[in-house]
C-alpha cells in the first residue's frame, strides 16, 4: 500500500501570505486528520474528516485556518495571512472506517513551515 | 479532558542497554485506546503498538514489550539490548471518548539517544 502523502514537504513564506498544504490519505481511508507539531512538543489535533465531513476542529484552529476534503480523497489545509506563530510541521493521518485497525492513525511525513 | 504525561525527556544508553520509556494518561472515559509511536531524525511518525482499555495483556514484539497497567494509569515502553537504529523521539498518544477513531492527544515525547 502507498502511505500517506503530504506536498509540499517544506514550505518558506513570508509574514501575512497564504500557504496552502495537501494530503493525500493512504486510498480507501475514510478518515483523515491534521495535526501540527512545534519543535520539542507533540502533535496538536487540528481537525479531522470523515469522507467529505470535517467532524472535528480544535480551538487551535483560527480564523486563518481552513480545511477541505470535497470529494473524500485528498484534503487541504490553507493558511491565510500567515504569522510568525504558525512556523511548525504539519501532520496528515489517515485510518480505515473498517477492519482492524479502525483506531490506528498513519501519518505522512509532514509539511515544514517556516514564516519570516 | 484527556493527558499524556512523558515525564522523561531525554535518555541516553548505551547499546545493547535495555531502556523503558514511562508514559502515563489521564481519561475520565471507560473506553480508550493507548499507542506509541517512533519518530526518527526524517521526522515521519511510526505506528509502533495500539491498545484498547479492555486489553490489559502485556505484549512482545520482538526487542520491544509493552506493560499496560489500568491501575497506574501507566502504558511503558520497553527496548530490550537497544540497538544504535533505536534512537529517535518516541510519543505516547491517547484517543479516548468511546469511539475508535478521533483526535489523539500526545504526550510531550521522548527523545532515545542510543550511542554505540
Known amino acids: 500500500d502507498t502511505g500517506v502523502s503530504q506536498d509540499p514537504r517544506h514550505k518558506i513564506t513570508k509574514r501575512g501570505q497564504n500557504v496552502t498544504f495537501r494530503c493525500d490519505p493512504i486510498?480507501?481511508?475514510?478518515?483523515l486528520y491534521w495535526y501540527r507539531q512545534t519543535l520539542g512538543q507533540g502533535p496538536e489535533f487540528l481537525t479531522y474528516?470523515?469522507?467529505?465531513?470535517?467532524?472535528?476542529k480544535s480551538r487551535l484552529l483560527s480564523d486563518r485556518f481552513s480545511a477541505e476534503r470535497p470529494k473524500g480523497s485528498f484534503s487541504t489545509l490553507e493558511i491565510q495571512r500567515t504569522e510568525q506563530g504558525d512556523s511548525a510541521m504539519y501532520l496528515c493521518?489517515?485510518?480505515?472506517?473498517?477492519?482492524?485497525?479502525?483506531?490506528?492513525?498513519?501519518f505522512g511525513p509532514g509539511t515544514r513551515l517556516t514564516v519570516l | 479532558a484527556q493527558k499524556v504525561t512523558q515525564a522523561q525527556t531525554e535518555i541516553s544508553v548505551v547499546e545493547k542497554e535495555d531502556v523503558t520509556l514511562d508514559c502515563v494518561y489521564e481519561?475520565?472515559?471507560?473506553?480508550?485506546?493507548l499507542f506509541w509511536y517512533k519518530q526518527p531524525p526524517s521526522g515521519e511518525l511510526v505506528f509502533l503498538i495500539r491498545?484498547?482499555?479492555?486489553?490489559?495483556q502485556n505484549e512482545i514484539s520482538g526487542r520491544y514489550s509493552w506493560n499496560f497497567q489500568k491501575s497506574t494509569s501507566s502504558f511503558n515502553f520497553t527496548i530490550t539490548a537497544s540497538q544504535v537504529v533505536d534512537s529517535a523521539v518516541y510519543f505516547c498518544?491517547?484517543?479516548?471518548?468511546?469511539?475508535?477513531?478521533?483526535?489523539?492527544?500526545f504526550g510531550q515525547g521522548t527523545i532515545l539517544t542510543v550511542h554505540p
Open positions: 493521518a489517515s485510518s480505515p472506517e473498517e477492519g482492524l485497525h479502525t483506531d490506528t492513525q498513519y
Open positions: 486510498s480507501e481511508h475514510n478518515r
Open positions: 474528516f470523515q469522507n467529505e465531513a470535517q467532524l472535528e
Open positions: 481519561t475520565r472515559d471507560t473506553t480508550y485506546y
Open positions: 491498545r484498547n482499555s479492555f486489553d490489559e
Open positions: 498518544a491517547l484517543n479516548a471518548g468511546g469511539t475508535s477513531y478521533g483526535k489523539l492527544t
